[in-house]
Structure formats: structure tokens, C-alpha cells
């Protein structure tokens, strides 16, 4: 039998997403977080202290595998303590306080280094000082108000509903790429479903849990899809730009614990401005 008859092998199955285990560590953690908002609420505080810390490390390293980019690990992940810690009794005097503290001791502690480098480490230090724990503060400043449980269950319904909105939709109808030069499974199908879904969650929440405006709800919805999906694309540029295909492995079925934060953390700012817009504390 000549080469040109012999069968072509099986193509290799397509490694995709573990559905099962993401829906399980989604679960998990999602428990966690309602567990620590309906008994303690300095619990949930401590969830974002810890996942901010957990956070850092992880976009530090994947800085370091991607770019050879060495951010001062040190005072991020004790700058970020203070800035979310500092966000529950001082507010944003607090948070901003400690956040520009963090950013003179990122300047001061890359001197060591000397001068080959010094500005591309202290941009990408202060990029992971705000990106990180100072959007997470925002979340943790979301539950000191007297409603704080609801603000932050409405915050994450409508971020939990865009993802299994665009996820869904998005596996059934897409068939036009969003950003194909960054994320080419997102698409506009995918997109409107998050809208219908966030949009719809965000309306029900703001009027059954915060006792709003239907339209504010709707309004709310709506910003927190845009900067979710905004969230999502932002890191998957910043992925691309490394060449790593997850932030790290901590997480089963969803990669590493950045690849689950990426929609959180810009929606966690929007989130906090627009409520305390639409409903004063």
C-alpha cells in the first residue's frame, strides 16, 4: 500500500473549556461570597483582600513568564491590603491615601534595580496597582452602606447573567466575530445576549433589592455588560500582548484567578459610582 492510500489519521480532539468544573468552581465560590454577605460582612472584605493578593501574584508572574516584566512584588501585595482594608472605615480617602503610598514605595523599591528597565517595571507596577486592588476596593466599599448585601448581590447578578448570557447565546448563534484580533470566540450574537440577560438582571435588582427605578435598573444593567465585556477584552489584549494563553492555572475549567476577575473588577468602579448615584447610601 503506497503512502497516498493510507488512511489519514483522526484529527486531534479540540481541547476546550471544562464546563462541569468551571460550573463547580463557580458555584463553590459564589457560595463563599454569599455565605461571608449574609453573616459577617468584614468576611466579604476579606474575600476581596485575599483575592486581590491571590490576583497580584498572578498578573506579576505572568508579567514576568510573558515579558521578562518584573513588577515590585512586595509593595503590591501589601499595598493592596491597605487599599482595600483602608476602603472599609475611611472610604476613598482611605483608598486613595494608601494607593498613592503604594505607588512611591513601587518607585523607591525598583531603584535597587538600577536604571535598564526601571521604567518599564514601575508603568507595569502601577498599571497592576490600580487594575487590581484599587478596583477591588470599589467592591469592598460596595457593602459598607446599610444596604451593602443587596448592592453587592446586584452587582454580581448582573455580572454572573452577562457571562452565562454571552456564553450561551454565543454558543448557539455566533456567527460574527466581536474583536477577532483579540478574543475570536466573542461574538455580536453572543454580546446582544449578555445585553438582554445583564440588562434584564440589573432591572430586577435595583427594583426588588435596592428599591430603584425600573430605568435605573435597566441603565445599570447595561453599563455593567459594557464594562464587563470591556473587562474581558482588556485582558485578553493583555494576554495576547504576553503570549500566554491563561494567567495561571488555579482555577479548574476557568484558568487562573485574573481570568475570572477581568469582568469584576472594572464593573466593581461602575458599579459603585452609578448605585451611589441612583440610590445615596
Excluded at 490576583?55 to 514576568?64: H, M
Amino acid at each position: 500500500m503506497t503512502t497516498g492510500d493510507a488512511a489519514a489519521p483522526p484529527p486531534a480532539p479540540k481541547k476546550g473549556r471544562n464546563l462541569p468544573a468551571a460550573i463547580a468552581v463557580g458555584v463553590l465560590l459564589g457560595g463563599a461570597v454569599l455565605v461571608s454577605l449574609l453573616t459577617v460582612r468584614q468576611i466579604f472584605v476579606g474575600i476581596v483582600a485575599l483575592a486581590v493578593a491571590m490576583g497580584t501574584y498572578e498578573l506579576a508572574g505572568a508579567l514576568r513568564r510573558g515579558a521578562d516584566i518584573r513588577v515590585t512584588l512586595w509593595p503590591l501585595l501589601l499595598g493592596g491590603q491597605a487599599v482595600v482594608w483602608l476602603s472599609w472605615p475611611f472610604g476613598r480617602d482611605g483608598q486613595l491615601a494608601a494607593f498613592v503610598v503604594t505607588i512611591l514605595a513601587c518607585l523607591v523599591w525598583r531603584l535597587r534595580g538600577g536604571a535598564a528597565g526601571y521604567v518599564r517595571d514601575v508603568s507595569a507596577s502601577v498599571l497592576t496597582a490600580a487594575y487590581v486592588p484599587l478596583f477591588a476596593s470599589f467592591a469592598a466599599m460596595l457593602v459598607v452602606a446599610e444596604d451593602g448585601v443587596a448592592r453587592v448581590v446586584s452587582f454580581l447578578i448582573v455580572v454572573v447573567c452577562n457571562d452565562v448570557g454571552g456564553y450561551t447565546t454565543g454558543a448557539k448563534l455566533g456567527r460574527h466575530p466581536m474583536a477577532p484580533n483579540i478574543s475570536p470566540k466573542k461574538s455580536w450574537e453572543g454580546f446582544a445576549g449578555s445585553v438582554v440577560v445583564g440588562t434584564a438582571a440589573g432591572t430586577l435588582a435595583v427594583v426588588f433589592l435596592l428599591d430603584g427605578q425600573w430605568w435605573q435598573g435597566a441603565l445599570f444593567g447595561a453599563a455593567i455588560v459594557l464594562t464587563a465585556t470591556i473587562g474581558d477584552l482588556v485582558e485578553s489584549l493583555i494576554k495576547r500582548d504576553l503570549g500566554i494563553k491563561d494567567m495561571g492555572t488555579l482555577l479548574p475549567g476557568h484558568g487562573g484567578l485574573m481570568d475570572r476577575l477581568d469582568s469584576l473588577l472594572p464593573s466593581a468602579v461602575v458599579s459603585w459610582l452609578l448605585l451611589r448615584l441612583f440610590i445615596p447610601a
